[in-house]
């Protein structure tokens, strides 16, 4: 394969942003195909830690061309940030695309506001993406090569004045003009019309990682609506999202952690609901990196993982955190779910079915052994390798890749991936 898409298989934090940096330096290019700052990835290399939020995961590959793509929006305030706290070890190898669409201090104000006013709470990250998404589906918002122009800027601030009065929300629109004037300026460095460049790299035989955010089931197409993103993080969704043709896409690599977990509201069928929750918490280190907050922790939900490979697809697995687990006596895996004990073969498109489904377990024995140092399949216990043999059986995928550590070096790596 050349052209690959790593994806979260799940509600996100699988560890994209770990796998996407160690394949970057197999590639030439990362690209982010969707959301925002929304997106929390850390990326540990050489014991230094990195949180990526906008910034592809192989910013700090020298080697490596990084590309915000056209589905992306950017918070050009967060991204100058974020650039800047590389300090050193920024790379400068960015294009961002003039199609991508803008977010602004306000979309964060109107995201905190429209929640406080809800009476279903989504949970959101505060990070404006809803009200971005929404303004580009209204028709209004910038997108990045009209956001460099600074008429389009004010006016379109002037029409944000307006809509701010109707929630009872003021906002000093002069300084936030002033604010934002030199970052626009900033970020037209980068721009470039990047579908054009992404086609000519193909062209070209380069070797390309389509970065995901977020994850499946927080897809606003095909997740648990109404507690998803506002953008589409799978597979598929990467040619609408790059400008490329469908079938240039070779595969996917669907990051699946050992467990699972969730931040924000809505349905979580596997989640574990006693002290063990916070045994993994703690362990896994599961607070979020873009909010700080603790996540929800569940079994690993393959009933989730099938029908993510369904409607994405899903080429081969990388299975996060599976150091994580070691201690558990005994491990569950969800197989399918059932509704008043009958099994059922497809996954809810409603909350109020989602509510009712009970998961139904295999149960696996767990092992005692610290994983963090093994770099081999065949060295990990028994009872770890029957784990990944169960995934495999019941998914039907490979497991290609093993993570039993933060640090690039922790991996186990079973097969090649590009050709
Ligand atoms: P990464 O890329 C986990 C969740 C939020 C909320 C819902 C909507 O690190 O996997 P939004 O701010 O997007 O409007 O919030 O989506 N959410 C994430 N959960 N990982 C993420 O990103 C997330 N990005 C958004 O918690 O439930
Ligand atoms: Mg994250």
Not at 51 to 65: D, E, K, R, T, V
Not at 74 to 101: C, H, M, Q, W
Not at 270 to 285: M, N, V
Not at 371 to 377: A, E, G, R
Request: aromatic share 8%; net charge neutral.
């Amino acid at each position: 394969m050349k052209r690959v898409v790593v994806f979260g298989c799940s509600w996100g934090d699988e560890g994209k942003g770990k796998i996407s940096n160690l394949l970057s330096y197999q590639t030439d290019c990362v690209v982010r195909f969707q959301g925002g700052a929304n997106a929390g990835h850390s990326v540990v290399v050489n014991n230094k830690r990195y949180a990526f939020h906008l910034l592809p995961s192989g910013i700090i590959n020298p080697q490596c061309l990084n590309i915000l793509a056209n589905g992306m929006v950017i918070d050009p305030l967060i991204l100058k940030s974020e650039i800047e706290s590389l300090g050193d070890d920024a790379v400068f190898k960015l294009a961002i695309s003039n199609r991508a669409t803008i977010v602004l201090p306000i979309h964060q104000h109107l995201d905190i506001a429209k929640e406080n006013l809800k009476g279903q709470k989504i949970g959101t990250t505060g990070k404006g993406i809803g009200p971005a998404y929404s303004d580009k589906i209204d028709r209004i918002n910038l997108k990045v090569g009209q956001f460099c122009d600074l008429f389009n800027l004010k006016k379109y601030l002037l029409d944000k004045e307006l809509e701010l009065k109707s929630y009872n929300l003021s906002y000093d629109l002069d300084s936030l003009y002033t604010q934002i004037f030199p970052y626009a300026r900033y970020m037209a460095s980068f721009v470039t019309d990047t579908a054009q460049l992404i086609n000519e790299l193909i062209a070209s035989g380069k070797k390309i990682i389509f970065e995901g955010a977020q994850g499946s089931m927080l897809d606003i197409e095909h997740g648990t609506y109404p507690f998803v993103t506002s953008s589409s993080p799978i597979a598929s969704s990467v040619p609408i999202n790059c400008g490329i043709a469908p079938w240039l896409i070779d595969g996917s690599l669907g990051i699946v952690k050992a467990y699972t977990t969730r931040v924000g509201n809505g349905p979580f069928p596997t989640e574990i609901q006693d002290e063990l929750a916070t045994i993994i918490r703690t362990k896994g280190h599961e607070f979020g990196v873009t909010t700080g907050r603790p996540r929800r922790i569940g079994w690993l939900d393959l009933a989730v993982i099938k029908y993510t490979k369904m409607i994405s697809g899903i080429s081969y697995i990388s299975l996060m955190l599976l150091d994580v687990l070691s201690g558990i006596k005994q491990l569950n895996i969800c197989t399918h779910y059932e509704i008043d004990h009958q099994p059922i073969n497809y996954y809810p498109s409603t909350i109020e079915e989602l509510e009712k489904v009970e998961p139904v377990y295999l149960q696996l024995a767990g092992w005692d052994e610290d994983l963090t140092k093994i770099t081999k399949y065949q060295d990990l216990p028994i009872n770890a390798q029957k784990y990944v043999q169960a995934i495999e059986q019941i998914t039907g995928i490979k497991v290609l890749i093993i993570s039993v550590g933060p640090d690039l070096k922790q991996t186990i790596v079973r097969g090649k991936l590009f050709d």
